[in-house]
């Protein structure tokens, strides 16, 4: 399992604080916000906001937040967000994709440069070390949903590549491009996911040792703490002796 995912899972079993929980929503309204600026701003009609809408319901974010969200990118006087994609090596020459949305790429850029530079890494050209991941969709079901069998038939049937099952829920792969219409065929099946992105999947990870690993923690809590930053996404692996002492 790649060390992010490793990192989100200990973060969430801890739980949120108010603090945390106030900018996670934050971020979540900005992408709501953007995602209706491009696209319509109905959700049935823009796959993307459909997606931040699902991230925000899975995260509890109140509907009246949501709803104000979608309103502001309708505004003459909403904020102009660009999107950005860093990429650098953190610790132990791990590599790092950072995604972020700012008004401000000057301010954005030399903070993300400086959080790489303070954990011993170092920020990169844009397609350093993406090369080195797939894009891919990801779709999240509650495990009550179906079962394994059916949820991996139901997601081969409906051109998904693979599905990782356990007492978790269903996490259902397919190719970047097919994401909305494997999304949809499941949705029919199953009713609405948990969760619908499009995620950056390391093609192979590194094990780092626990120093190596607590300076990577650090660098991603914070970069994910930076208000601009939307997603980190790392290739490496902790040690079980590391999870289990940053779980405790």
């Not at 459909?50 to 925000?56: G, Q, S, T, V």
């Not at 903070?111 to 891919?136: C, I, P, Q």
């Not at 007492?167 to 491009?177: N, S, T």
């Not at 949809?184 to 009713?191: D, I, M, S």
Request: charge should be negative; include cysteine; charged fraction near 30%.
């Amino acid at each position: 399992m790649a060390g992010h995912s490793q990192f989100k899972n200990i973060m969430h079993r801890k739980g949120k604080q108010d603090a945390v929980r106030s900018k996670l929503f934050s971020k979540l309204a900005r992408e709501i916000t953007v995602a209706a600026k491009l696209g319509l701003p109905d959700p049935n009609m823009n796959a993307r906001l459909r997606a931040a809408i699902l991230a925000a319901r899975a995260e509890n974010m109140p509907k009246d937040n949501i709803e104000r969200a979608i309103k502001k990118a309708a505004g003459a006087d909403g904020e102009n967000y660009d999107e950005i994609r860093y990429e650098g090596y953190g610790p132990g020459g791990v590599a790092v994709i950072v995604e972020a949305l700012t008004d401000n790429r000057n301010r954005t850029a030399s903070e993300v440069r400086s959080y790489f530079t303070k954990s011993g890494g170092n920020l990169a050209e844009t397609g350093a070390v993406s090369f080195m991941f797939d894009r891919m969709g990801a779709i999240e079901f509650d495990a009550g949903k179906a079962g394994a069998d059916a949820m991996m038939e139901a997601a081969i049937d409906a051109g998904a590549d693979d599905v990782s099952s356990s007492e978790d829920g269903h996490e259902v792969v397919c190719a970047a491009d097919s994401l909305a219409e494997v999304q949809r065929q499941l949705e029919a099946k199953f009713g609405e996911p948990r969760k619908a992105s499009l995620v950056w999947r390391p093609q192979n990870t590194i094990a780092v040792d626990d120093e190596t690993g607590e300076k990577l923690l650090r660098l991603v809590e914070a970069l994910e703490d930076n208000d601009d930053v939307q997603t980190v996404t790392a290739n490496f692996e902790l040690s079980d002796a590391l999870i289990a002492k940053i779980s405790a």
